[in-house]
């Protein structure tokens, strides 16, 4: 007697063809409804989008020739810590009525949010089977979940304005005349980008000097897009101190010096290294432990970040790697990188998630699982908090770790990316182990370019 094999039911087999067929559109629908109630959520959780209103009293401050820099604005005091340029920038968020002025803010950074998706995915060479544009609608409706990005939106932050200019830049063909723009400007208008203009100038002068021994010219395209990374920085700052040259020459002069202006350092928001040991050490001034610290890990990351640009054809999604490597040398070694400075975890995220696709390799499964939990988790606000009392001076050893995730992970992070490099390195270009770049992958199956 043989068994009778089961009927699909046909409104089953009808949804998935529709799917099919219409996966951007399904996804966009997804991303939408996901949108949507991001929205009502931050309504109902009366966010005060408290950065936006300091950026927009910059702008009047920029607007009326007051001094920048001894500004002082909502019921907190929030000071101007951004270089002028930014304030410039700001300027015309006076000219709409605050309401107004959320409402478009907000509309714009979920707009920069699939930007930097699609950048992102763009950056890993995915996706191979579907289109980028459903891709990038589904990975969105998720990402905004994740605690970065909602903080982000909540205070009415730039952070995924600056990743934007930055992946773009990191995402264009080598040569590109404007390829470089992107990072100066960022740096311009906070100056934590500029480390990846050192990135590029490193990497620039290590193929420099492989071409130099070939008998080749050593100018090459990194070396180009730093130095235009360079100008545009400079051009940044020329504009601004034509402009407010009182408060160009107040913020290169002193302000620049003052990261206490910021906020206090061992505050759990603080998800740098330098915040990490003040708790650690219970001291809101931990200043030679942070440079000496801060000096190890900056110089690791760029040692880290430089070899997988290096490794070329030899690591797959070696621009990538390379990229959120500088990211997060960058997030842990500055005085302060608040949790929402941290939206890079989506292309760190999307990265693993993409390694794990091609490796079929259980444990890249969980790790990039793993990750992505971690930074939805909102685990470092289980710790006591209270803005003004300082309960993180107090912090016992599991209190240390909650507010301790972001720099744990980029640490770990870091470590598999250096673990990659050198592995990459150390492959001849002609072992079978090498793989062409993500780029150049076209839409062929992901077990192709499995470890062989």
Same mark, same amino acid.
């Given at each position: 007697?043989?068994?009778?094999?089961?009927?699909?039911?046909?409104?089953?087999?009808?949804? %998935?063809?529709?799917?099919?067929?219409?996966?951007?559109?399904?996804?966009?629908?997804? $991303?939408?409804?996901?949108?949507?109630?991001?929205?009502?959520?931050?309504?109902?959780?009366?966010?005060?989008?408290?950065?936006?209103?300091?950026?927009?009293?910059?702008?009047?401050?920029?607007?009326?020739?007051?001094?920048?820099?001894?500004?002082?604005?909502?019921?907190?005091?929030?000071?101007?810590?951004?270089? @002028?340029?930014?304030?410039?920038?700001?300027? @015309?968020?006076? +000219?709409?009525?605050?309401?107004?002025?959320?409402?478009?803010?907000?509309?714009?950074?979920?707009?920069?949010?699939?930007?930097?998706?699609?950048?992102?995915?763009?950056?890993?060479?995915?996706?191979?089977?579907?289109?980028?544009?459903?891709?990038?609608?589904?990975?969105?409706?998720?990402?905004?979940? $994740?605690?970065?990005? &909602?903080?982000?939106?909540?205070?009415? #932050?730039?952070?995924?304005?600056?990743?934007?200019?930055?992946? +773009?830049?990191?995402?264009?063909?080598?040569?590109?005349?404007?390829?470089?723009?992107?990072?100066?400007?960022?740096?311009?208008?906070?100056?934590?980008?500029?480390?990846?203009?050192?990135?590029?100038?490193?990497?620039?002068?290590? #193929?420099? &000097?492989?071409?130099?021994?070939?008998?080749?010219?050593? &100018?090459?395209?990194?070396?180009?897009?730093?130095?235009?990374?360079?100008?545009?920085?400079?051009?940044?700052?020329?504009?601004?101190?034509?402009?407010?040259?009182?408060?160009?020459?107040?913020?290169?002069?002193?302000?620049?010096?003052?990261?206490? %202006?910021?906020?206090?350092?061992?505050?759990?928001?603080? #998800?740098?290294?330098?915040?990490?040991?003040?708790?650690?050490?219970?001291?809101?001034?931990?200043?030679?432990? +942070?440079?000496?610290?801060?000096?190890?890990?900056?110089?690791?990351?760029?040692?880290?970040?430089?070899?997988?640009?290096?490794?070329?054809?030899?690591?797959?999604?070696?621009?990538? &790697?390379?990229?959120?490597? $500088?990211?997060?040398?960058?997030?842990?070694?500055? @005085?302060?990188? +608040?949790?929402?400075?941290?939206?890079? $975890?989506?292309?760190?995220? /999307?990265?693993?998630?993409?390694?794990?696709? %091609?490796?079929?390799?259980?444990?890249? %499964?969980?790790?990039?699982?793993?990750?992505?939990?971690?930074?939805?988790?909102?685990?470092?606000?289980?710790?006591?908090?209270?803005?003004?009392?300082?309960?993180?001076?107090?912090?016992?050893?599991?209190?240390? /770790?909650?507010?301790?995730?972001?720099?744990?992970?980029?640490?770990?992070?870091?470590?598999?990316?250096?673990? #990659?490099?050198?592995?990459?390195?150390?492959?001849?270009?002609?072992?079978?182990?090498?793989?062409?770049?993500?780029?150049?992958?076209?839409?062929?199956?992901?077990?192709?370019?499995?470890?062989?």
């Amino acid at each position: 007697m043989t068994a009778t094999q089961p009927t699909s039911d046909p409104r089953t087999v009808a949804l %998935r063809a529709f799917t099919a067929r219409r996966p951007t559109m399904i996804a966009a629908l997804a $991303c939408l409804v996901s949108f949507t109630g991001f929205w009502i959520a931050q309504r109902a959780a009366h966010v005060s989008m408290i950065d936006l209103m300091v950026y927009r009293a910059e702008g009047w401050t920029v607007r009326t020739g007051r001094d920048l820099y001894t500004m002082v604005a909502t019921e907190a005091n929030l000071p101007t810590t951004y270089p @002028p340029f930014a304030a410039m920038l700001f300027a @015309p968020l006076t +000219w709409l009525g605050v309401p107004a002025m959320r409402t478009l803010a907000t509309a714009a950074n979920l707009g920069l949010l699939l930007v930097v998706v699609h950048l992102s995915l763009r950056l890993v060479g995915r996706p191979q089977r579907v289109p980028r544009a459903a891709t990038t609608f589904a990975v969105a409706a998720v990402a905004v979940w $994740c605690e970065p990005v &909602w903080t982000t939106l909540r205070y009415g #932050q730039i952070n995924l304005l600056l990743a934007v200019l930055v992946l +773009w830049d990191l995402t264009r063909r080598a040569g590109h005349r404007w390829a470089g723009v992107g990072i100066g400007v960022a740096a311009g208008i906070k100056l934590t980008p500029a480390l990846f203009a050192a990135f590029l100038a490193l990497v620039g002068a290590a #193929q420099g &000097w492989r071409r130099l021994r070939t008998g080749r010219g050593v &100018w090459n395209p990194s070396l180009r897009r730093a130095a235009v990374a360079v100008a545009a920085f400079a051009a940044t700052v020329s504009v601004a101190a034509v402009a407010l040259p009182r408060d160009s020459h107040n913020f290169w002069t002193r302000m620049v010096f003052e990261a206490s %202006r910021v906020g206090h350092t061992e505050e759990t928001a603080n #998800q740098s290294v330098r915040g990490v040991l003040a708790r650690a050490l219970h001291t809101p001034d931990p200043s030679a432990s +942070w440079l000496v610290t801060a000096a190890v890990i900056g110089v690791l990351g760029l040692a880290v970040a430089v070899a997988a640009a290096l490794a070329g054809d030899r690591l797959p999604s070696g621009a990538a &790697w390379a990229a959120c490597a $500088c990211a997060v040398t960058a997030l842990l070694v500055s @005085p302060v990188s +608040w949790s929402h400075h941290w939206v890079w $975890c989506v292309p760190m995220v /999307l990265l693993l998630a993409s390694e794990a696709l %091609r490796r079929r390799d259980p444990l890249w %499964r969980i790790g990039a699982a793993l990750t992505g939990l971690l930074f939805c988790s909102f685990l470092l606000w289980a710790v006591p908090h209270t803005p003004g009392r300082r309960f993180e001076l107090h912090q016992n050893a599991g209190e240390m /770790l909650l507010s301790a995730v972001y720099p744990l992970a980029g640490l770990a992070f870091l470590a598999v990316a250096g673990t #990659q490099a050198v592995r990459a390195l150390r492959t001849p270009r002609d072992h079978p182990r090498a793989v062409i770049p993500a780029q150049s992958r076209g839409r062929r199956s992901d077990q192709a370019y499995a470890d062989r």
